[in-house]
């Protein structure tokens, strides 16, 4: 056999091998901390994941998941619950203005800031007005993993007029 058969195949990088090491380490945890079906989205989608820098995950626990029996669209709309190259801690998180806009994996949707936080527990902070439940619920140096309520719904920016920056829930039939 030759060079020519096989191409040469750099060895991985530092930086590539400390990802798959946060990343395994960050699904063990949610494995043993009730969000096993978050977990295996992220072994699901291990190859995009493990190109990233960083990444803010935002989970929903096995018992909501399971208790409404919605993981199938969970799972299928993960990327939608994925800041990429953005390590969003709680501190930094809860500093987020209203309004504020955070691009995901899934490239067609984005979620918003709906209620910003820091306003305590009678007004919980909000993204696509689904409640964050646990901040910094799992994290490393480059994976922090926030827990809400239930998935977020897609939202999109209402056109009444051009100075508005209210936001409604998208009812509209998705295409996968």
Known sequence: MTTLSFPFLPPPTVAFAATRFMLKDVMARLRTGGFSLVALAMRVKYPDLAELKSMTIFAISDMSIFGVGIGHEYVRNFGFHIVPNRLL????????DTNTELLTMDKVGKLVVTTAGGN????PMRI??????????????RVVVHGLSTPFPRIRHRKDDDNSQEFQIDSRPKKY
């Open 89 to 96: 801690m709680a501190s930094e998180l809860v500093k987020l």
């Open 120 to 123: 305590g527990p009678l007004v």
């Open 128 to 141: 696509n007005y689904v409640k964050v439940k646990n901040l910094d619920l799992v994290y490393n140096n």
